[in-house]
């Protein structure tokens, strides 16, 4: 089960710490300072901003004017105005709810079809890397470390400061990843002792702070949590902010961050659901991500998601149903009122070592190599995944790997597969002759099959596709001294739909075979695509009578006429086949 990131607001509070950030990653808040423009920092009466000052002159009290507050700020500062950036900060995770919500009220959970196998592949290995890659911070002991997430950055963190790099933190670290690793070995190899990898990560925790309080290690260079504040945060009703100028401020942030973090949600959600073979409802997701977060900008809480390090260690616990994320809140909560200074002397590496564990099962390269085997197009989704959440961010990796899915999808529409088909003799079966070397042609008929839909954006592809292959067959019958083409039957078994574009096409190709002596005729198409060719006047052109229900009819009916020289027949031949359609 995923866990839900965001705390009852304990955090909220801290000073320096970016509203706006994403969502998606797992990185800190940043500490970058904004401001908007015609406002002063400090905090007026209730909380308020005080206008800034000009700068110009002084009036005769010896105070500057103030200047008219904007139309439509962009920027808060958090260190400036700290009253008004929180209160913006839950006015946003509002708005966001709000929006997630509608989306899948909207019954839009669609959406989430657009991630492939593929995508979570990638996806899920490159979150895992990235995951790890911050880590690096607590395994090294560094105490400055970059907010970004992506692989060059953090290396460049890295090994700019291997002069602060801590031996005693990378021994404990190690230390404790090895025993993680060994419980998860043993929990593997014997899953009737499943509650030892379970067990794990909390035993680290209690070794750990009782190992930092006997050896006093915080003064040796092993950081630690240190002091937590306690007791839950009050309702936050009152502070969110719907009047002008900062309304759409916090409207424009909260769709941003809610479409980042309902993406990496439905993402890891269904990351985690490849695992154990269930189905994900992103209507269902959305509406419950969407009332999490409204509920949470009542209750003190940024903006919350399903985020990929806590659902892993979750998953990796043995956890299979929500009830767990309930038990965990009640745990948090017990946490936060009474048992918040038992966790002073928890060492971070500690924390490090069990999100590198979780995180080192979730790369794999199996499936990898198998999309590498099986489907290169979808080796390349995954590794733009991967490589989108490594060296850029979950949301780059995700767009990635969405684009190249959608163009795959597009490409596969524009440029249907058409394919010719031949009979296996002995009888009425008829297959593609590129794949049975056994399948003949029959005399004087040609018979194609269209593999996709059609519509506006292959209907001229497929025209000229068509004419190719009569005009290649009709060579191929004059160097060989054979029959021309006089029938064309085309198996429209695979065309789901069409529309007036495609109706269009089919009416144009009639009248060019019609022009060149040669018929078209229609074999096995479905009720929709009778109903339009019907509806458009272009079965009326063809004829009723060159419409069978299989490919061996159409056939049968064409060669009967072919070999009886008696043109006049081919009407009643086909008649008798038109009751069966």
Known sequence: ?????GRCGCRCRRRGRSWTRSAGTSRRPSSRTTRSAGWCGSAGPGGGPWPRCATSSRSSSGRRPTRCPPSSPTEVSPTENPVLYLHLAFTATFFAGVFQASLGLLRLGFIVDLLSHATIVGFMAGAATVVCLQQLKGMLGLVHFTTSTDVVSVMESVFSQTHQ???????????FLFFLLVTRFISKRRPKLFWISAAAPLTSVVLGSVLVYLTHAENHGIEVIGYLKKGLNPPSVTSLQFSPPYMMLALKTGI????IALAEGIAVGRSFAMFKNYHIDGNKEMIAIGTMNVLGSLTSCYLTTGPFSRSAVNYNAGCRTAMSNVVMSLAVMVTLLFLTPLFHYTPLVVLSAIIVSAMLGLVDF?????LWRVDKVDFCVCAGAYLGVVFGSVEVGLVVAVAVSLLRVLLFVARPRTTVLGNIPGTMVYRRMDQYAAAQTVPGVLVLRVDAPVYFANASYLRER???WIDDEEERTKSQGEMGVRYVVLDMGAIGSIDTSGTSMLDELNKSLD????QI?????????MKKLDSSKVLEQIGHEWVFPT????????????HSHKPGMAKDSAAAHESMV
Do not use: F
Request: glycine letters at 14%; charged letters at 20%.
């Open 551 to 562: 490919v061996g009819e159409a056939v049968a009916s064409c060669d009967y006429v072919l």
């Open 165 to 175: 790099w801590r031996w005693e933190s990378v021994l404990l670290g190690c230390g």
């Open 256 to 259: 941003i961050t809610g479409v």
């Open 366 to 370: 199996g499936a990898a190599l198998h």
């Open 466 to 468: 068509i004419s190719r």
């Open 515 to 518: 022009r060149r002596g040669m």
């Open 521 to 529: 005729v229609l074999a096995n198409p479905g009720s929709e695509i």
């Open 1 to 5: 089960m995923r866990t839900a990131r």
